[in-house]
């Protein structure tokens, strides 16, 4: 029988992490390890978790590693053939795990899969089915805002959204880079997006399994965008050149696609300089570490030829 752990990774999470490790431990399937990546919150959430020691393993970092840099850490904690990344605001039904591992067994191409989240303030609502890829190579979360009764196929996807993610340990190993799965220059948001797109260039697939269902808590996501935190922003921004400097293929196709992808982020640019000129700042850190993406980049695509030949 296959082997399963979870992996959390917390930040000021004291209102969730209860519910989220609740849900945890009532899963169908057995769970091997439980580990809680705590990235030096201020506000309990190390005490929330306190209760229950004996069957999590918990690390309280001295500084925030970020979400990337968390959940390597908590993987690297583990040893099982499957790992869930999961967002300690989202709520788990028992049978999760067992959906989502029961068909990744049936195709051992599947090196990813998620579940039906629906929104937490309105369970027939979507919150996500997966990660989508626009022709602007922008990603997006499949089904978001969607009524929930649409969305009851399994089906193939681009990648699957960090917040419930079943990854197959053999894909982790496969594209991890330098012993990181997750990309910890992107610190937080799109890291998900980088590994999915990383994972299809190397042959794996990624699924969208509705049988397993899950409550999603969504944050400041609930307002609008003069909400998001201008570090939020940042790091969203930036990370999503990394995604196009490491992934983007070129060629032909780039005749057609790079003009939508360009046209898409001049008029970015333009916004941001008139409504959100906070967010150039970013603009040096993206310049400096352009050598690196190029490194990871060659890295992928030598691989990749490797598995083809």
């Known amino acids: 029988m296959p082997t399963a752990s979870v992996c959390i990774v917390t930040y000021n999470s004291a209102e969730d992490i209860e519910n989220c490790l609740q849900a945890v431990m009532q899963q169908s399937f057995p769970v091997e390890r439980i580990v809680v990546i705590d990235n030096a919150s201020s506000d309990g959430t190390a005490e929330r978790v306190k209760p229950y020691a004996e069957h999590v393993h918990f690390i309280a970092n001295k500084v925030n590693n970020g979400f990337a840099g968390g959940q390597n850490q908590a993987i690297r904690q583990t040893r099982s053939d499957y790992v869930?990344?999961?967002?300690?605001?989202?709520?788990?039904?028992?049978?999760?795990?067992?959906?989502?591992?029961?068909?990744?067994?049936?195709n051992h191409l599947v090196g990813s899969a998620t579940?039906?989240?629906?929104?937490?303030?309105?369970?027939?609502v979507m919150d996500s089915a997966g990660l989508g890829m626009k022709r602007t190579r922008n990603a997006f979360d499949l089904a978001a805002g969607e009524p929930a009764a649409n969305w009851n196929e399994t089906k193939q996807v681009f990648g699957v959204s960090g917040a419930a993610a079943v990854y197959r340990r053999a894909m982790v190993e496969d594209i991890s880079y330098e012993g990181q799965f997750f990309d910890e220059h992107f610190f937080a948001y799109k890291e998900d997006v980088d590994v999915a797109w990383?994972?299809?260039?190397?042959?794996?697939?990624?699924?969208?399994v509705p049988a397993a269902y899950a409550v999603h808590h969504r944050g400041w996501k609930k307002g609008s965008r003069s909400s998001v935190?201008?570090?939020?922003?940042?790091?969203?921004?930036?990370?999503?050149?990394?995604?196009?400097?490491k992934n983007e293929p070129i060629g032909w196709h780039s005749l057609v696609l790079g003009p939508w992808i360009a046209a898409a982020e001049i008029m970015k640019l333009g916004y941001i300089v008139l409504r959100e000129p906070g967010l150039l700042?970013?603009?040096?850190?993206?310049?400096?570490?352009?050598?690196v993406m190029h490194r990871k980049r060659k890295w992928l695509i030598q691989k990749a030829k490797q598995k083809n030949v």
């Open 84 to 106: 869930l990344v999961l967002n300690p605001d989202v709520t788990l039904d028992p049978d999760y795990l067992t959906e989502t591992i029961r068909f990744m067994e049936q």
């Open 115 to 124: 579940g039906q989240l629906v929104l937490a303030s309105n369970k027939e």
């Open 198 to 208: 990383r994972a299809r260039k190397l042959g794996w697939t990624s699924y969208y």
């Open 229 to 245: 935190p201008l570090f939020v922003r940042q790091h969203s921004y930036q990370n999503r050149f990394f995604t196009l400097l």
């Open 281 to 291: 700042r970013c603009w040096p850190f993206i310049f400096r570490s352009m050598p």
